[in-house]
């Protein structure tokens, strides 16, 4: 996700896209359980975040191709997932039942009246003004606001409108390639540790902008184990003394965790600020590390092997030769690998973390990820 950040800032760009509601829908979700009975013409939904939920906004914004194997395993075409099908956001819109959410920058064939998705491949938190960080995203939200209440004051009826702002779920999903910066610079641990809290200010001032123009429903999720990436497994070491029990590197973890315990205290800390807000976090650190540590129990075979890279076992990456290289090695079955190239799980680990939110054991409050479809 990084090398990817690196070209948007060669580009040096700023791509603002609004297109009018007024294209055909798009896929249709199918009906899943969980979501807490949303019905589809209920759910508004509006994600913020990097390439674990971006659903095509680096292809468009950039013009990025992403040619097969990247979607086969369900579109049976590239999407701009960086995956071989759905993600964790996809099997989410699916428990409500919803429509998958267009991306914001994607012009054609977009239906934003169930919401918006944000989040483009390669995002950080910081540095804050370059396409595309959290808070250019947000700012983007907000110009897509503006023109949604005109619209929707002229008369469009496939726009979202006052009060679908405002009863909408808000889900930020970012922090990892800001943390893939840190834990790359090598610096002693207490340096890189220091390196967190501007990070999380972010997320907070990203929140505290959507409160302020009426958002009220935030669902927020941790950073995963970097750790236990074959990317970061793949580099060169001096020796196996920072694998733990499961062949994950603990101070890239260690710091992960540094991490998603500040972003848990941001969100104690609104949750008593905001009135009137309910803000989720989602503990994803946890349900992705219980897939490594028991990978048997979900049916994988391969907990910290890529499924299209380069290089074979243990890990199949190689830095120069990547997933969609002409060279790369696909895998026959992603179904039995958690990751797919290196840094993105596949649609079957993304299944099994999203069966895992719905179940709400690992969200504090303990909340279904449907309960805004009821607020009113």
């Known amino acids: ?41 209920e759910a508004v939904f509006f994600n913020f975040g990097d390439s674990n939920s971006d659903t095509g906004g680096v292809a468009a914004g950039l013009g990025y191709h992403f040619p097969l ?25 699916e428990s409500l039942p919803t429509r998958y959410l267009s991306p914001y920058l994607e012009a054609l064939g977009s239906d934003f009246s169930n919401g918006a998705n944000f989040a483009v491949a390669g995002s950080t938190t910081l540095p804050n003004n370059v396409p595309f960080a959290l808070r250019i995203q947000v700012q983007q939200f907000l110009h897509f606001r503006s023109r949604s209440l005109e619209l929707s004051a002229q008369g469009f009826g496939a726009t979202v409108d006052e009060d679908g702002f405002g009863r909408a779920l808000y889900s930020i999903d970012i922090g990892q390639n800001d943390l893939t910066g840190i834990v790359g610079s090598r610096l002693p641990y207490d340096q890189m540790i220091a390196r967190i ?58 710091v992960a965790r540094e991490f998603n315990s500040q972003l848990s205290t941001i969100c104690d800390e609104m949750r008593s600020e905001l009135r009137n807000s309910t803000i989720v976090y989602t503990d994803i650190f946890a ?27 243990p890990y199949n990456y190689n830095r120069s030769v990547t997933c969609l290289n002409p060279a790369c090695q696909v895998c026959d079955d992603g179904a039995k690998y958690i990751s797919w190239d290196g840094v993105h799980y596949t649609e079957a680990a993304n ?5 895992k939110i719905l179940t709400a054991e690992y969200s504090n409050p303990r909340t279904e990820f449907g309960f805004f479809c009821s607020t009113t």
């Open 197 to 254: 809290p501007p990070v999380v200010g972010e997320i907070r001032s990203a929140v505290t902008t959507l409160y302020n123009t009426g958002a009220r429903n935030f669902w927020i999720h941790n950073t995963g184990p970097l750790g236990c990436l074959p990317e970061k497994l793949a580099a060169p070491r001096k020796d196996d003394s920072d694998l733990d029990a499961y062949g994950c590197l603990k101070t890239a973890n260690d």
């Open 1 to 41: 996700m990084i090398s990817i950040m690196k070209h948007v800032l060669a580009a040096a760009m700023t791509i603002c896209v609004f297109a009018t509601a007024a294209a055909a829908a798009v896929v249709v979700a199918e009906e899943g359980g969980g979501g807490g009975g949303c019905r589809a013409e």
């Open 69 to 93: 194997p990247d979607g086969r395993a369900f579109f049976r075409r590239p999407t701009g997932r960086l995956c071989d099908g759905r993600l964790v956001v996809d099997f989410l819109c």
């Open 287 to 313: 349900i992705k590390y219980d897939l490594i540590a028991n990978y048997t129990s979900y049916g994988f075979e391969k907990p910290l092997t890529a499924c299209c890279g380069y290089g074979g076992p």
């Open 351 to 355: 299944s099994a973390v999203a069966n």
